[in-house]
């Protein structure tokens, strides 16, 4: 049975403590080297408080003060852990103890937004193994056999480790303080109606700027985003105010209306990088700063919102002698001691090789404003409309103006900004929220440059070959198919998005089931191989006859607008008189004349069987299909706001 493992455990952990805190702790009560206590939970076998599911975690680890009591703790949420303890009453039961560690581990991404990487423990009769979970990968320890001495020595080294080292040597983020823990007893949180959560912890986050040096401290008010994966970017999105812009810990001042003219969004994210980080040109913030600096001089026209970058920097750590480090993955590597080596060109598959070859990742923090909300809090069909033209308008000017090409167009990329709520303040630069006096339209914010390229430096930028978002990636995208990536990789994405939203529903209140969605035609657009969505979608898209029998005609009945809208994007991008179509075409073979020509033909012109891509050959006449596209928009757009300031 597993359930002794839970107090062997912690009577160890109490043990290991016991003996710290007269080291901790002088005659005086002054605290010495020791940074903290780690101390087990008081409770073993039971769901998390703030635990969205009804699964139940083993056990778990938290820290308390020096000087506090050595005695199990309360911890009843993720929010609170350490880390994670899942036990098991057999040694070979290892890799099922693992598989549930890094499932329930998620939770604490998802809960702890200081948190840069994760501790996990493993219990499997007297084998224990410690787990790294990072961004791309969990680094799983020798096992420490508590039946044998070398092993109990291991666990106390850890244990010890884990109560002198630097806070951020837990996985903690320093640059990240929790302010207040909230007046429930469950560490609750809900949902605002944008879907944003609304958690009783509040955190203030230190923002630095690599250009001006400088950092501003802002209080989040609500996460718009949470990493909810183990591995990956673990980008983070927050609506948050500066600092002295709070009333007291947590109460905001703000207009009248609840709004408030200072809002920002802050993104946290670990994206992939090249050194030095500082310099890498496929950096959002590099990007970002091109757009402010092109906008702010000469505003865009014809006109439209995006996002102004007001805060852009690397999280900093401090070292010995006040030295400060960026926090990369070079950086978590050292501080287990290690050096982290760069995978050898062409091979993906690090897990192949030594765990030290893992990709170098470098933790950066963006501070923006306008403050959106997102694409499915619009109310209607003319008003998605409305958004989606201005964002691709968005698109266009930064490709024309910035030679920047976005390549993640996705409905969580698109937010709707509406004139009097956040940022809407006669203080507003007009470049960023031009706020109509007479009007009450949405806008429409293209966000999320993290896939973003410079056009022209592509071939010099080694980066993820397939970058986008399923089930919105182009079929040039999804095959990785050797032409340049272009303008109408994102139009097409954009189409895919209206057809998503067309077919499950465009705003909360109006969502089709999982279960209504089974075995229509878009879900296959979701799941499987790559190659496989691809293949699907150019059968989907190969025809005006396939695309309306199979993907329009699944829209919801209700729309009258999205229909016509999707037909006629998808005939401007795949039914161009040049190259019409979706899938590869076989030539003819050459018809001979007589077989005495047959002598004066070459091998190569024998084999004629060669093969068309009409994806591939419609970059060819890219301006001329895009001027299409953008005809297409502004059509509806018209249309649809002319209904919306009649209605």
């Known amino acids: 049975s597993e359930k002794p493992l839970y107090d062997y455990f912690a009577n160890f952990a109490l043990f290991v403590a016991q003996c710290l805190q007269p080291i901790a702790v002088d005659g005086n009560g002054n ?82 937004p200081d948190r840069r990487f994760l501790w996990g423990l493993t219990v499997c009769a007297d084998e224990i193994y410690v787990c790294a979970m990072l961004n791309d990968c969990a680094l799983v320890s020798p096992v420490m056999r508590i039946s044998e001495a070398s092993g109990r020595k291991a666990l106390v080294s850890l244990l010890v480790s884990w109560s002198v080292c630097p806070r951020d040597r837990l996985g903690y983020d320093p640059t990240m303080e929790r302010v207040y823990s909230g007046i429930s007893s469950d560490n609750s949180s809900s949902s605002s109606d944008d879907g ?47 600092v002295d812009y709070s009333i007291g ?90 050096e982290r080596l760069n995978p050898p060109p062409g091979n993906d598959k690090v897990e192949a090789l030594h765990w030290r070859y893992q990709p170098l990742r470098a933790h950066r923090r963006i501070v923006m404003s306008p403050v959106g909300h997102s694409v499915k809090s619009v109310r209607n069909e003319k008003e998605l409309i409305v958004v989606l033209a201005e964002a691709m308008r968005c698109h266009s000017s930064i490709l024309g103006r910035c030679g920047i090409l976005h390549r993640d167009i996705s409905t969580n990329n698109i937010l709707v900004v509406r004139p009097g709520g956040p940022n809407a303040s006669a203080d507003t630069d007009a470049s960023v929220f031009d706020r109509p006096s007479s009007s009450s339209l949405p806008r429409g914010l293209l966000i999320d440059f993290d896939f973003a390229i410079e056009v022209g430096i592509s071939e010099r930028v080694a980066r993820p070959e397939r970058s986008g978002t399923l089930p919105y990636m182009s079929i040039a995208n999804l095959l990785n198919l050797g032409a340049d990536r272009t303008a109408l990789d994102d139009w097409e994405s954009l189409l ?33 191989a790559l190659e496989r969505i691809a293949d699907t979608k150019r059968k989907h898209m190969n025809s005006a006859s396939n695309f309306e029998d199979l993907i329009a005609r699944e829209f919801r009945k209700q729309y009258k607008l999205l229909p016509l809208l999707a037909i006629a994007l998808h005939e401007a991008l795949f039914a161009n008189s040049n190259c019409p179509g979706a899938l590869v075409k076989s030539k003819r073979l050459n018809r001979l004349v007589d077989l005495d020509s047959l002598e004066s033909l070459t091998f ?40 919306l300031n009649s209605a």
């Open 31 to 112: 605290t010495l080297d020791i940074a903290r206590l780690v101390l087990p939970s008081s409770r073993s076998d039971f769901k998390p408080n703030d635990s969205n599911d009804s699964r139940r975690i083993d056990s778990g680890l938290d820290t308390r003060n020096p000087d506090s009591p050595v005695r199990p703790v309360s911890v009843d949420a993720y929010a609170d852990m350490l880390c994670v303890l899942e036990a098991k009453g057999a040694r070979d039961q290892g890799d099922e103890a693992l598989v549930q560690l890094f499932m329930y581990s998620a939770s604490l991404y998802t809960r702890q």
């Open 196 to 242: 944003s959560i609304i958690d009783d912890i509040r955190y203030e986050i230190s923002c630095y700027d690599d250009e001006t040096e400088e950092t501003r401290k802002y209080a989040i008010k609500r996460t718009i985003m949470s990493a909810d994966d183990i591995f990956g970017r673990h980008t983070r999105c927050f609506v948050a105010t500066p």
């Open 249 to 338: 810990d947590i109460a905001m001042s703000g207009a009248a209306d609840g709004s408030n003219p200072q809002e920002v969004v802050i993104k946290d994210a670990w994206p992939p990088a090249e050194s030095p980080v500082l310099e890498d040109p496929r950096s959002e913030i590099v990007l970002l700063r091109k757009i402010r600096s092109e906008f702010e001089t000469n505003p865009p026209s014809p006109q439209h919102i995006y996002p102004k970058l007001v805060v852009g920097g690397h999280i900093k750590l401090a070292r010995d002698e006040g030295t400060q480090e960026i926090d990369t993955t070079d950086a978590i590597f050292q501080s287990m001691g290690v």
């Open 496 to 528: 895919y998005v209206i057809c998503w939203l067309a077919t499950v529903g465009i705003c909360s209140n109006d969502r089709t089931t999982d279960a209504d969605l089974e075995g229509l035609s878009i879900c296959q657009w979701r799941t499987g």
């Open 604 to 643: 190569d012109q024998q084999e004629s069987g060669s093969k068309d891509d009409p994806i591939i050959e419609r970059n060819g006449y890219v301006d001329d299909i895009i001027t299409n596209l953008q005809g297409v928009m502004q059509k509806f757009e018209d249309f649809a706001k002319k209904k």
